[in-house]
């Protein structure tokens, strides 16, 4: 459906000559653009309402409560590694710790180690180069996410952190006790605007990045950046 859209604008619509470069950017543009958005949609929202019902309060306030000595960092790296998100979905899971009070350096030690690590690429990997190489790349994301998630706390970068994040920690993001035990309408709109409201922050950059795919799909020869 997305295709025979993009293909009716960009060759209806915009009457661009088919076997052309600009159609191809044009084209791809417009495809991509739309599908990324969709997915990026789709997954927010169910993240928004995944970490409504998740007790992320709790979560922090163990974190807080307790000197782990790094074993933070690790666990995070761990919940990272064993959810099957890529760094769209990740974002606003990361944005839900942010706001419930965990601190950035643990948020970051998730969102370092959650595309990096997953069940797809350990899949591929154990198929294609066997055990030991796929341990060590297992090993090798965790760790990554365990000095990159230091360093950033170690660092203090809080304050380079967009003002949204930190606005409305208070207005119940992730529901009481007794409201997570129910599914009800008003829990789909306050998750489907809260979705919203960090999509619409993201989709320029979506744009902005299609855009030069689409340019260097249709202007840069196969095989470029192979030889060069």
């Known amino acids: 459906m997305i295709q025979q859209f993009a293909h009716w604008l960009t060759y209806n619509i915009f009457n661009f000559s088919e076997d052309t470069k ?3 950017v044009v084209y791809f543009f417009i495809y991509d653009s739309i599908k990324i958005i969709l997915l990026l949609l789709a997954i927010t929202y169910f993240m928004s309402l ?5 007790p992320i309060e709790k979560l922090r306030d163990f974190l ?5 000595f790094g074993a933070d960092y690790f666990l995070a790296t761990i919940f990272g590694a064993i959810t099957p998100f890529c760094t769209c979905s990740s974002i606003p899971l990361f944005v839900g ?3 419930a009070g965990i601190p950035l350096g643990v948020t970051f ?8 690590v997953n069940e797809v690429a350990i899949a591929m ?3 294609l180069f066997g055990w030991k190489i796929t341990l060590f790349y297992v090993g090798s994301g965790i760790l990554l996410g365990m000095i990159g998630g230091w360093l950033i706390g170690k660092l203090k970068m809080e304050k380079y952190v967009a003002d949204f994040v930190w606005k409305n920690n208070s207005n119940n993001e992730t529901g009481s006790e007794k409201e997570k035990n129910k599914f009800s309408s008003q829990v789909l709109k306050i998750t489907a605007r ?3 409201d960090i999509s619409k922050k993201i989709i320029p950059y979506i744009l902005l990045g299609v855009g030069l795919g689409a340019i260097i799909h249709g202007y840069v020869p196969e095989g470029f950046f192979e030889k060069y």
Request: net charge positive.
């Open 97 to 99: 710790f942010l706001k």
């Open 22 to 24: 600009i159609a191809e």
């Open 50 to 54: 995944l970490r409504y019902y998740l």
């Open 64 to 68: 807080v409560t307790h000197k782990l």
């Open 194 to 196: 809260e979705a919203w």
């Open 125 to 127: 990997l154990v198929g």
């Open 109 to 116: 030690a998730f969102l370092i180690t959650s595309p990096l």
